[in-house]
Antibody, heavy 121, light 107 residues
Framework: QVQLQESGPGLVKPSETLSLSCTVSGGSVSSGSYYWTWIRQPPGKGLEWIGYIYYSGTTNYNPSLQSRVTISLDTSKNQFSLRLRSVTAADTAVYYC?????????????WGQGTLVTVSS | DIQMTQSPSSLSASVGDRVTITCRASQSISTYLNWYQQNPGKAPNLLICAASSLQSGVPSRFSGSGSGTDFTLTISSLQPEDFATYYC?????????FGQGTRLEIK
C-alpha cells in the first residue's frame, strides 16, 4: 500500500520560503508511471494544483505560482520536496502531496494526510 | 486554463435519497475527469476516474458519467457516511484544475 507523508514547518514568516517534503513508502518515486505532485487548499476553500515532478526531473508548475515555486526529487530518500518563495498570508493553506497516475483519466490516486502551513509574523 | 464548474455548490438531502452533482468543463476534456470525496480535516479520496470508472473499494451506489464538457456524479441511495464535499478535477490540460466543490449536507 502506497503511503505519502508531508513534513515541514507549520509556521512561516511573510517574505520567507516555505519548504515541505513528502516521503513515499510502499512505492518508488523512480517509477515511470507516476508524477509526484503538490496540491494546496486554503482554509475553507477549494483545491489548487501547484505542480509536479517526474522521475526524470521534468517539472511543470501552475502558471499562477511558477515564478515562486520549485519542486525537486531525492531518489535516495524516496522523497520529493516543495519550495515556495516570498510567501504571503495568501499562501496559508493545507499542503498535500499526491501521486498522479498517468493512465486513463490521470487521477490523483494516493494523497498524503496534508499539513497546515500558516504564513504569519 | 480549463475552468471546471460544479453545480450545485451545496445540496441538502436525506439518507436514502438519490443525488446528482454536475461538473462542466470550459472546453472538451474527453474523459480526463475524476471525482473525489473529502471529509472535514481529511485529504480528498478518489472515487471515480476517467469519468465513469469506480475505484476499488468504493461502494457501487456511486457512479459517474459524461464525456467532452458535461459530467455527472450520482449517488443512488445516500448513506450517512456520504455527507461530505465532492470535487471534480480535469487532467486534460495543464494547469490541472478542480471544480469549486459541492457540499452535501444532511436535510
Amino acid at each position: 500500500q502506497v503511503q505519502l507523508q508531508e513534513s515541514g514547518p507549520g509556521l512561516v514568516k511573510p517574505s520567507e520560503t516555505l519548504s515541505l517534503s513528502c516521503t513515499v513508502s510502499g512505492g518508488s518515486v523512480s517509477s515511470g508511471s507516476y508524477y509526484w505532485t503538490w496540491i494546496r487548499q486554503p482554509p475553507g476553500k477549494g483545491l489548487e494544483w501547484i505542480g509536479y515532478i517526474y522521475y526524470s526531473g521534468t517539472t511543470n508548475y501552475n502558471p499562477s505560482l511558477q515564478s515562486r515555486v520549485t519542486i525537486s526529487l531525492d531518489t535516495s530518500k524516496n522523497q520529493f520536496s516543495l519550495r515556495l518563495r516570498s510567501v504571503t498570508a495568501a499562501d496559508t493553506a493545507v499542503y498535500y502531496c499526491a501521486r498522479w497516475y498517468y493512465v486513463s483519466g490521470r487521477p490523483f490516486d494516493y494523497w498524503g494526510q496534508g499539513t497546515l502551513v500558516t504564513v504569519s509574523s | 486554463d480549463i475552468q471546471m464548474t460544479q453545480s450545485p455548490s451545496s445540496l441538502s438531502a436525506s439518507v436514502g435519497d438519490r443525488v446528482t452533482i454536475t461538473c462542466r468543463a470550459s472546453q472538451s476534456i474527453s474523459t480526463y475527469l475524476n471525482w473525489y470525496q473529502q471529509n472535514p480535516g481529511k485529504a480528498p479520496n478518489l472515487l471515480i476516474c476517467a469519468a465513469s470508472s469506480l475505484q476499488s473499494g468504493v461502494p457501487s451506489r456511486f457512479s459517474g458519467s459524461g464525456s467532452g464538457t458535461d459530467f455527472t456524479l450520482t449517488i443512488s441511495s445516500l448513506q450517512p457516511e456520504d455527507f461530505a464535499t465532492y470535487y471534480c478535477q480535469q487532467s486534460y490540460g495543464i494547469p490541472i484544475t478542480f471544480g469549486q466543490g459541492t457540499r452535501l449536507e444532511i436535510k
